[in-house]
């Protein structure tokens, strides 16, 4: 991607791979913690890959033996205590958005890889994903508590949303670890598979996604991201009212083809795939 809107690559890599934008946290002797420099070249990645062609899914991974530590403890934290605060909201503001303001309603499909090691603050983006795979060997953990912080940021109701009450409460206030299976299990993340096979299982996910209408897949995901904080009534008056601007707005028309395809030329079955595009 032109790097026009900041520069990346001291500290994430991008690399892209039959429409997949593989984005790779690169700080591995440091576990992938997130610092300053991954916040800001992970926004300006963001900025020139919703509009790169080359990327129609993108998945979040780390370098090496680790997904991400969560914040790094020294650059984030001890670093900005003493900047100015209103610098160290703009670095937390910045934060905020490529892990879970932004990357939440992400024009193009997103997966989180979780390769291994995967803490605290890492959670905002693994929830901020889309879909989330994982290595089966993959260690999780909730380490605030071990910290004597709390699940700040958005980590909380990231946690809160995706896995049970109970689960949620225990693994905050315990600390203890988990691992890939168990977060499937948990629904944390949508499945585990063995290491060896994570990046084949993760391309193939993304190929499932890249075979559909890109932009119905983004009016599905959003629709998705609002409704679930509405009532019935709002829930039922925005669908519709998106189902609408989607039929108006999609660029390949893909309602009509799909229709057309199945019914005229009997050429698809749409419960079983998608559409010739
Ligand atoms: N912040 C800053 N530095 C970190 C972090 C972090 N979150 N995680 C690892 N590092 C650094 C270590 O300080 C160490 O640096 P050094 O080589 O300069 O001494 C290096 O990464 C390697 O760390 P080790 O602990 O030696 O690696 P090991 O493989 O034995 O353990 C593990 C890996 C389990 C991930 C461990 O590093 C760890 O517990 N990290 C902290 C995890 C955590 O609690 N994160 C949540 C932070 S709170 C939040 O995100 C809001």
Same mark, same amino acid.
């Given at each position: 991607a032109e790097q026009t809107m900041g520069k990346w690559g001291e500290y994430v890599t991008v690399e892209f791979d039959e429409g997949i934008a593989w984005v790779t946290l690169n700080r591995p002797k440091q576990r992938n913690a997130i610092n300053p420099g991954i916040v800001w070249e992970m926004n300006a990645i963001m900025d020139a890959l919703e &509009?790169? &062609?080359?990327?129609?899914v993108m998945v979040v991974t780390g370098a090496g033996e680790s997904f991400s530590a969560g914040m790094d403890l020294k650059e984030y934290f001890r670093a900005t205590d003493k900047v100015p605060p209103i610098q160290r909201e703009r670095l937390f503001r910045a934060n905020a958005a490529w892990q879970w303001r932004r990357m939440m309603c992400y024009p193009k499909p997103t997966i989180s890889m979780v390769n291994g090691w995967c803490f605290g603050g890492a959670f905002q983006f693994l929830v901020g994903c889309d879909l989330a795979i994982a290595s089966e060997e993959a260690i999780f953990g909730l380490s605030e508590i071990n910290w004597g912080i709390i699940p700040a940021g958005i980590v909380t109701k990231s946690v809160l949303e995706t896995m049970s009450f109970r689960d949620a409460m225990y693994y905050i206030m315990t600390g203890e670890t988990f691992n890939g299976r168990q977060a499937a299990e948990m629904k944390l993340v949508n499945k585990a598979v063995a290491p060896e096979d994570l990046k084949e299982e993760t391309r193939k996910l993304a190929m499932t996604l890249i075979g559909k209408n890109p932009f119905v897949l983004r009016q599905a995901k959003t629709a998705c991201r609002f409704t679930r904080d509405m009532s019935w009534e709002q829930a039922g008056e925005y669908l519709m009212a998106k189902s609408d601007q989607t039929e108006l707005r999609d660029p390949e028309n893909g309602r009509n083809v799909g229709m057309s395809q199945f019914l005229d030329e009997k050429s698809f079955r749409p419960g079983l795939g998608a559409y010739r595009r």
């Open positions: &509009e790169d &062609e080359r990327c129609k």
